[in-house]
T-cell receptor
Framework: NAGVTQTPKFRVLKTGQSMTLLCAQD?????MYWYRQDPGMGLRLIHY???????AKGEVPDGYNVSRLKKQNFLLGLESAAPSQTSVYFC???????????FGAGTRLSVL | AQTVTQSQPEMSVQEAETVTLSCTYD???????LFWYKQPPSRQMILVIR??????QNATENRFSVNFQKAAKSFSLKISDSQLGDTAMYFC??????????????FGKGTKLSVKP
């Protein structure tokens, strides 16, 4: 996993509940990403960060918020979960020296 | 905006044979990278191979090789001597190197490959 750890691995929420997914890296990479993966859709970028204190929207940002208060951690928040947010969520870091993204193991989220 | 298209939702191959997965992309960029990632049932995203657009030579990694046709915007993956462990979803992805959204990956929808004994 190139030192990318996601917690939790699984979660079940009820509609309207909130939660935060944590992505932690054990290196010093500037760029971090959150993707969602839905059946037949590939991975789509939700939000990303190019450094501590910075965040930017990706392709599908609605319903999510992110924070990068510490360089090692990138948090993805769902303030009011909806069934449409049932998905597998992946975090990734960009190794700028190689221009390669390395992924965490994923979080399976179900919203009932 | 860049797009990546994988036209084969599912494919199968006999063990020890060769299979080619197709990928086309659309971009106006000149400097970019292309990738193939593998996602086995464990769900982990694993980098298979990478191609730099400025390099004419096709990338190879052991049994995996690509056919990169820049003018045609085509990037196919060839798996030789297929093994049961190659059974997985395979995703083609594009990365822009400069300007806004640099470093972000644009993924195709994937090809599910089954290797049969």
């Amino acid at each position: 996993n190139a030192g990318v750890t996601q917690t939790p691995k699984f979660r079940v929420l009820k509609t309207g509940q909130s939660m935060t997914l944590l992505c932690a890296q054990d290196m010093n990479h500037e760029y971090m990403y959150w993707y969602r993966q839905d059946p037949g859709m590939g991975l789509r970028l939700i939000h990303y960060s190019v450094g501590e204190g910075t965040t930017a929207k990706g392709e599908v940002p609605d319903g999510y918020n992110v924070s990068r208060l510490k360089k090692q951690n990138f948090l993805l928040g769902l303030e009011s979960a909806a069934p449409s947010q049932t998905s597998v969520y992946f975090c990734a870091i960009l190794d700028l020296a190689k221009n390669i993204q390395y992924f965490g193991a994923g979080t399976r989220l179900s919203v009932l | 905006a860049q797009t990546v298209t994988q036209s084969q939702p599912e494919m199968s191959v006999q063990e020890a044979e060769t299979v080619t997965l197709s990928c086309t992309y659309d971009t106006s960029e000149n400097n970019y990278y292309l990738f193939w990632y593998k996602q086995p049932p464990s769900r982990q995203m694993i980098l298979v191979i990478r191609q730099e657009a400025y390099k004419q030579q096709n990338a190879t990694e052991n049994r995996f090789s690509v056919n990169f046709q820049k003018a045609a915007k085509s990037f196919s993956l060839k798996i030789s001597d297929s093994q049961l462990g190659d059974t997985a979803m395979y995703f083609c992805a594009f990365m822009k190197l400069y300007g806004g959204s640099q470093g972000n990956l644009i993924f195709g929808k994937g090809t599910k490959l089954s290797v049969k004994p």
